[in-house]
């Protein structure tokens, strides 16, 4: 039998993470305000990253004041940096004695016309964001989530990894990499647990693209048909405590229609 969390989630605000601490990557965008703003609602302890600190900042008070006593922190950590990544998953350990959680937010999106027109430049964009990243934050949560025993590292990802169209060959496999990188985390997670079951699990959020109620007080005509709302993302990442850890560990959550 694998582990499962004895907090049953609920979705109903009254703290089914209470105890949890949860890191968040790249927490300064529309998913990751709404991902602070439920996963402090459910009673997570957060410690969130990013670069853009002026942003980062609004997002954390956001979810605090939202959130009256919510347990809510932001700082700046260089996640293309391996040995400072490795440092902010020691220190919050140490700080709070586990970590149940890391949420990889981190985005970008480069693309072009067409397929002969790919600017070669947008690679080494991605690499960094989207790749990059992903090894640095899972190389150094990797041991601080399985010894919480119940912890989770959910990436969220997008349906053109598995479908990539012709503008978007360095976005599409970007993601793609990172995508194998997650799962390979998970089958880590599986052959350290045996018999007993993966002490952690590695998880990939799909969405086809993401949208937030400013999008559309933005763009009031478009229709953003597909797109998954930041808000249920972040219901669906809070939800994934409530599954057994085998259920989830080296799957892919689809929010969307596969292609």
């Known amino acids: 039998m694998g582990n499962t969390t004895a907090r049953g ?3 109903d605000g009254k703290g089914s993470l209470e105890g949890s601490v949860i890191a968040v990557a790249g927490a300064a965008g529309p998913a990751g305000a709404a991902s602070l703003l439920r996963l402090a609602e459910e009673g997570a302890t957060v410690v969130a990253a990013d670069a853009d600190v002026e942003r980062l900042a609004t997002a954390v008070d956001a979810a605090r004041f939202a959130h009256g006593g ?3 922190t932001g700082e700046t950590v260089d996640l293309l940096d391996l040995a400072a990544t490795r440092e902010w998953a020691s220190r919050t350990e140490k ?4 970590v149940h959680g890391l949420v990889h937010l981190v985005g970008g999106w480069r693309g072009s016309a067409t397929f002969a027109e790919t600017d070669l430049a947008h690679w080494d964009t991605l690499h960094d964001l989207l ?3 992903v090894q640095h934050t899972s190389l150094a949560f990797e041991a601080p989530l399985a010894r919480s025993g119940n912890g989770r590292y959910l990436l969220v990802s997008a349906a053109g990894a598995s479908s ?8 599409s496999a970007s993601k793609a990499a990172a995508e194998a990188w997650t ?3 998970g089958d880590s997670f599986r052959k350290a647990g045996g018999e007993e079951g993966p002490p952690a699990a590695a998880a990939i959020l799909v969405v086809k693209a993401l949208v937030s109620d400013q999008m559309r007080a933005d763009r009031p005509k478009a229709k953003f ?3 998954t709302d930041v808000k249920d993302l972040a219901d669906t990442i809070a939800g994934t405590w409530s599954k057994p850890t085998e259920e989830v560990n080296g799957k892919r959550l689809w929010l969307t229609p596969k292609p």
């Open 164 to 171: 990539p169209t012709a503008g978007n060959a360095a976005y």
């Open 95 to 98: 700080e709070f004695g586990k």
């Open 225 to 227: 048909a597909g797109f």
């Open 9 to 11: 989630y609920r979705g």
């Open 131 to 133: 790749i990059r990243t």
């Open 70 to 72: 919510a347990s809510v």
């Open 183 to 185: 799962l390979a985390l």
